[in-house]
Every structure is written in C-alpha cells, then in structure tokens.
C-alpha cells in the first residue's frame, strides 16, 4: 500500500543539486510529491537530474547558477516571489573540500574559495530567501554539515572553519526564527559515496560507504510540515542529535 507523499506541493529549492546528496535528496523530494527548483553549475549536469524526476511525474524548475556570483543570489528571493510567492523548502548542500594542506600552505584564493561557498554563499541564500520562508505555512531550512566542524583534524582548516561557521549561521538562524513558522537545523551526513568524499580519502574502498540515497529519510523528515525540530545538528553516523 502506498503512502500519501509527504511533500506533496510543497516547493523545494535545493542547492548542489546535480550530483551526490543534493541529487539523491532531489529524487526523494519529487518522490515525495514536491515541486523542485535545481540549483547548479552547469545546465546539462541539471537537465540530467531533471530526467529522473520527471520520472516521478514533478516539475523541476532548473536554475543554472555559480553560487560564488554574491549578486546573482540576491536576486533569487525576488525572482521566486514574482513566480510563486513563498518558498517551502530550502537545503543548502552545495559545497568545495579546497585544499588538505597546511594552514600556512593554503593560499588567500583557496581560503577564499571554500570560506565563499560553504559559508558566505549560504548566508546570501538565508538573506534572500528567508522572507519567502516565513510566506510559507511551514518553512523549513537544511543545510548539509560534516564532523570536520566539530573534531577540526590537522589539514582540514579551511574546510573546517567553514563548517564550523555554517554550524553557527544556522543555529543563530533558528533562534531567530523560534517565534515563526520557519525551522531550521543542519544534517552530518557521515561518509557517504560521494564525489567529495574520494577527493578527501583518495585510498578508501567506496564499496564500503553508503550510497547518497540511503541518508535522504532525515532529509524528507525535516522538510515535512509537521517537523517540530529546530537549531538541532543531526549526526546520520551515530544518530545523534545535537
């Protein structure tokens, strides 16, 4: 027997949504019954995963957009609003590794890079879509987060530092919002078969590693309406809830 979709109508936008997390949550949105809006860098990596949703019968609205582009991303809250008025769901998974080297080796444009994009990216995303957030009945923000911020190993600095300021972004974000209809909390994936993660340990068996697609439960559970959670981190390794 079928479940009802839990997300049905409710329209998501999703950052880094081409490939690995981002495009399993995307998949497990549309399965669920959302509207998609797709963010990412290069329209044919878009239109693949537009494919694959269109298998669940949802609309994605495809955005081809570099997320380093500051002034680009203002402009995305009142282009939403003219379409649709309010925004549902928000994850904000895009994000960069950069450099695994020392502090002292990393250069001012790499430190730039990372800090850009996993960091100032996302709070020009909370800027210009939290109006649209709190138009919704039920706005739910996500963002993607990864042990790195909290265990701050030798050689991860810019990674880790930009972690660690998201950790905070959006936790500052949600007390703010403790009054509103909008909830929002971040999600450690843990290792997972990514892209990324191959980059960062080059010698692991990715035979070892779960796929993207079995960690999208939480993500489905915290975009629903009747998610009550709020500044909380969630460790999808242990469990864990902080």
């Given at each position: 027997?079928?479940?009802?979709?839990?997300?049905?109508?409710?329209?998501?936008?999703?950052?880094?949504?081409?490939?690995?997390?981002?495009?399993?949550?995307?998949?497990?949105?549309?399965?669920?019954?959302?509207?998609?809006?797709?963010?990412?860098?290069?329209?044919?990596?878009?239109?693949?995963?537009?494919?694959?949703?269109?298998?669940?019968?949802?609309?994605?609205?495809?955005?081809?957009?570099?997320?380093?582009?500051?002034?680009?991303?203002?402009?995305?809250?009142?282009?939403?609003?003219?379409?649709?008025?309010?925004?549902?769901?928000?994850?904000?998974?895009?994000?960069?590794?950069?450099?695994?080297?020392?502090?002292?080796?990393?250069?001012?444009?790499?430190?730039?890079?990372?800090?850009?994009?996993?960091?100032?990216?996302?709070?020009?995303?909370?800027?210009?879509?939290?109006?649209?957030?709190?138009?919704?009945?039920?706005?739910?923000?996500?963002?993607?987060?990864?042990?790195?911020?909290?265990?701050?190993?030798?050689?991860?600095?810019?990674?880790?530092?930009?972690?660690?300021?998201?950790?905070?972004?959006?936790?500052?974000?949600?007390?703010?919002?403790?009054?509103?209809?909008?909830?929002?909390?971040?999600?450690?994936?843990?290792?997972?078969r990514t892209a990324m993660r191959a980059k960062a340990f080059p010698g692991e068996d990715p035979a070892t590693l779960r796929w993207p697609e079995e960690i999208t439960e939480r993500f489905v559970e915290l975009a629903e309406a009747a998610s009550s959670y709020n500044g909380r981190i969630f460790d999808l390794k242990t469990?864990?809830?902080?």
């Open positions: 027997m079928q479940h009802a979709p839990r997300l049905a109508d409710r329209l998501a936008l999703i950052t880094g949504a081409t490939r690995g997390i981002g495009r399993a949550v995307a998949l497990a949105y549309a399965r669920e019954g959302a509207h998609l809006i797709l963010v990412g860098r290069t329209a044919g990596a878009l239109e693949e995963v537009d494919d694959e949703v269109r298998e669940f019968g949802r609309p994605a609205t495809l955005l081809t957009l570099n997320l380093t582009d500051l002034e680009r991303i203002d402009a995305l809250g009142p282009t939403i609003f003219q379409r649709w008025g309010k925004l549902d769901i928000f994850v904000g998974n895009a994000g960069v590794l950069g450099p695994l080297s020392p502090l002292g080796h990393v250069t001012a444009e790499a430190w730039r890079d990372v800090i850009d994009l996993n960091l100032n990216t996302n709070w020009r995303l909370i800027r210009t879509l939290d109006p649209l957030l709190r138009r919704s009945e039920a706005g739910r923000a996500i963002f993607v987060t990864s042990g790195a911020a909290t265990n701050r190993p030798a050689y991860w600095g810019p990674y880790a530092v930009s972690k660690a300021g998201l950790e905070a972004l959006v936790q500052t974000y949600a007390a703010e919002m403790v009054n509103t209809n909008v909830r929002a909390n971040l999600i450690n994936p843990g290792p997972v469990n864990e809830v902080r």
